[in-house]
């Protein structure tokens, strides 16, 4: 009896989540635009990634700059859109790691 009521709630639950993702949003849940990935950005987020990989310190601007080389243009606002999605970042100092240091200065 125990076991049909928990079962009962985690379907409950279940199904009231799915609502609220869904009413809230206006798509599936996990996806901010609503459409699954384009083959095209496919193609795209699996040239970035290897370029990520060979060169973690390109940000967007060199990204775009070095897909287009290889043929695949596409604009730096959605080259950095897919990186936000791929959760890529490049690996550079920010502009806050410049500044002196208080302590190190004389």
């Known amino acids: 009896d125990v076991e049909k009521t928990k079962n009962d709630f985690l379907e409950i639950h279940l199904r009231l989540l799915r609502a609220v993702c869904r009413s809230a949003y206006g798509n599936p849940c996990g996806r901010r635009g609503g459409e699954a990935h384009r083959p095209a950005d ?22 775009r ?35 002196i240091r208080p302590s190190a200065q004389a």
Request: proline share 5%; aromatic share 2%; no cysteine.
């Open 42 to 63: 496919l193609a795209l987020m699996r040239k970035m990634d290897g370029l990520h990989l060979e060169h973690p310190f390109m940000g967007a601007r060199i990204l």
């Open 65 to 99: 700059d070095q897909l287009a080389m290889q043929g695949l243009h596409a604009g730096r606002q959605h080259i950095r859109t897919l990186m936000l999605r791929m959760g890529m970042e490049a690996l550079a100092p920010h502009p806050a790691m410049r500044k």
